[in-house]
């Protein structure tokens, strides 16, 4: 989540910089470190949003999509669309999932309490990129209830890019991705995740308008060749253009701000 760059002219000055994958990042760093006064910025995860297609009309479905991992609240998902998907027949979950042999216990009581809901639930494992670019274009709801702060969210990014509507915990760097376009949890409990689920079954209005600002927001400010041209621009100045003190470069407001480091 944070990566140093190192630049050294012929007098020996060296520059120790950071560059940080979300805000979150950065601040976590800078209140871990707090005698660290490099200049630092904020290069996202950014996507090439020209192959991106999502579909018009979407599929009653809800995508879960990551690491089969206690932090990255996939039980409580799964224990969610039993409660509520039994009630909605033409609904259903599909679960894209890593790691499963990382935590395989974990993974068994997801698979079990997912075998509850029959036909109306899959579990896929190890997809290629492409399989889940293609998930993200034609489901109706993307579902991310991450109980750990996460340090970007890419998962998010691409639910969003695929134009589906966010369900979100917006932890850490997750709220930095979506913003207002995601319907958050209060906690990410069997409970609150369900309640967010219906609300967003039930509500085809709510959904649209989710999935246009989602899509509408991350094609703003994530676009690879932003990203490119921000972390550029900060070689460029550390290489060609140092300040004479310390001083830590961000991008918050996803632009270009400088502020001394007291």
């Known amino acids: 989540t944070a990566y140093d760059i190192r630049f050294c002219d012929w007098s020996s000055d060296v520059c120790s910089s950071d560059i940080h ?3 979150t990042c950065q601040r976590d760093f800078a209140d871990a470190w707090p ?5 630092s910025c904020v290069v996202t995860n950014g996507l090439d949003f020209s192959a991106w297609t ?5 599929l009653p479905e809800i995508l879960c999509v990551g690491r089969c991992a206690p932090e990255k609240g996939i039980l409580e998902a799964a224990q969610a669309l039993v409660a509520v998907l039994p009630a909605r027949p033409g609904w259903r979950a599909r679960f894209i999932l890593s790691a499963a042999d990382a935590h395989p216990a974990y993974f068994q009581r997801v698979r079990e309490v997912l075998a ?3 036909g109306q639930a899959a579990i896929e494992l190890q997809r290629p990129f492409d399989e889940i670019k293609s998930a993200s274009e034609c489901a109706a709801i993307a579902l991310v209830p991450s109980k750990c702060r996460e340090s970007f969210g890419r998962t998010a990014l691409e639910a969003q890019a695929g ?6 915990s917006g932890q850490g760097g997750l709220a930095e991705v979506s913003g207002a376009a995601a319907l958050y949890l209060s906690a990410v409990t069997p409970s609150d995740i369900a309640d967010a689920l219906a609300r967003l079954i039930g509500s085809a209005e709510l959904r649209a308008r989710l999935a246009h600002d989602g899509a509408e927001r991350v094609k703003a400010l994530f676009d690879i060749r932003t990203q490119a041209a921000r972390f550029d621009a900060f070689c460029r100045m550390i290489a060609y253009g140092r300040p004479q003190s310390p001083r830590r470069a961000s991008c918050a407001g996803h632009g270009w701000i400088t502020a001394a480091r007291s």
């Open 35 to 39: 005698s660290v006064t490099a200049p």
């Open 163 to 168: 134009g589906a509507a966010l369900i979100s």
């Open 21 to 23: 994958v979300s805000a």
């Open 54 to 58: 999502p579909a018009q009309e979407r």
């Open 116 to 118: 509850g809901l029959g």
